[in-house]
């Protein structure tokens, strides 16, 4: 049998699937738009090349408005052609400022560059496209290849002249052909920044729909069975998750009204039995004395018990949450003592670990005593005579029993609070008194939990 794949959680996640799936998009995009083009050119040659990365590393002393020119000479590409040529000359102005390296320029005073560059004629310096405003020529000299270069760059004029290049620099070859990184980026830049743009946006929308169905998840969390208006709001949702919450809140009514039916059926098959009970236990005291009579008693009195747990299951499911201040301690000690004759005639020890303080809590004290009751109950019919049950109220407002019988099988311990669950099979009793107590905890906003200890036996805790 093979063994089932695994997956990424990133790729169980829609919020992940809808990143990865606008990330590989935009990807395609721009190595269509932007890399595609570049790569696959015609390679300049290595002259050319060389030009190419003497420009961008003017261009990148350029795009910091704070350094001076002088920082041109220390670029390492200018340090390397000087370097490899002789003739070697490079000439820059940028407004006021000038700098030379090597001979004086041949060709900034042959022609009025600006009357080249495309800008609308009324437009302010300061916000011409730099893209739309370069102006390029590439020349052949006697003693190598030479470009000139005239730009309005952040509202100044900029001309540099570069010549005497007869070897190219070893950094000729790079992966974008020959261009300089910072040529690329005043190229490329549009597209770059449009695909940032919208790989920002998409997560910004991913973030937003994270955030609300995570508080709808919240929400859902909080919500309180016994309320009638259990249900999922809609206000403030994206339109995209409200149909899902409408149906969800479909079937939380379907599963009401279907909750509803079955405990009116349940409550009504008890109350009705009721009477044919009270009728047979009538009859059965005129029948003659005897073992048969007997068990007959036996019977009745445990679909008598039965009958009375379905109707107090139905009213613990029907009744609206308690608001009255309990004590804890009160109510276990109550509960004790009026198991003190069961247990002493048993032969088992129980003892009572309280401090004496109230530990005060909201709820129905007839309600929770029967909670107890039952857990007592339970825990006295796997005890064996000679054995210890201990009844623990803690300050942190949780009550435990525990026992020292056989303990709950570990496959049993998430079934033994459902109605007619019984460990063993063939155990007396109708498998109810674990159901109610659980309902009994929900409606006070608590639970009920069932553990086996290290040392044997078994231990249940209502936890508010």
Known sequence: ?????????????????????????????????????????????????????????????????????????????????????????????????????????????????????????GAAPSSVNPARSLVFFRLSESDGEASVSYQLFEGEQVYHEIGGIQKPIAKAETWLGGMSPIVFWWQSRNMLIAGGAIFAGVLMLLVILRRSLRRLADVARTLDPQDPSHELPEKGLPTEIKPMVRAINRMIRRIDEANEEQAFFLAAAAHELRTPLAIVRTRLENLPEGPDKEELKNDLRRMSRLVDQLLRLMSVRNKGKPSETVDLVSIAKSV???????IIDKGVEIDLDADGQPVEVRGDERLLKVALANLVDNALSFSDPGRRLIVQVSPDRNITVRDEGPGIPQKELDN?????????????????????????????????????????????????
């Open 1 to 121: 049998m093979s063994k089932p794949r695994r997956v990424m959680p990133v790729l169980r996640s829609l919020v992940g699937q809808v990143t990865l799936l606008s990330l590989a998009l935009l990807l395609l995009a721009l190595a269509y738009f932007v890399f595609f083009p570049i790569l696959t050119r015609d390679p300049p040659e290595p002259l050319a090349r060389t030009i190419s990365l003497l420009g961008g590393a003017v261009f990148e002393v350029m795009a910091d408005s704070d350094g001076p020119l002088s920082d041109i000479r220390e670029a390492e590409d200018v340090l390397a052609a000087a370097e490899a040529n002789e003739h070697f000359r490079l000439y820059v102005t940028r407004g006021d400022e000038e700098l030379q390296i090597g001979a004086p320029p041949r060709w900034a005073d042959v022609a009025d560059y600006s009357q080249f560059v495309m800008t609308d004629p």
């Open 416 to 464: 033994i609070f459902r109605p007619f669950a019984k460990n063993p099979p063939n155990r007396p009793g109708h498998g109810l008194g674990l159901a109610i107590t659980r309902s009994i905890m929900a409606l006070h906003g608590g639970s009920v939990d069932a553990a086996n200890l290290q040392d044997g036996g078994a231990s249940f805790a209502l936890q508010f």
């Open 336 to 342: 004790v003592a009026e198991r003190a004759p069961l």
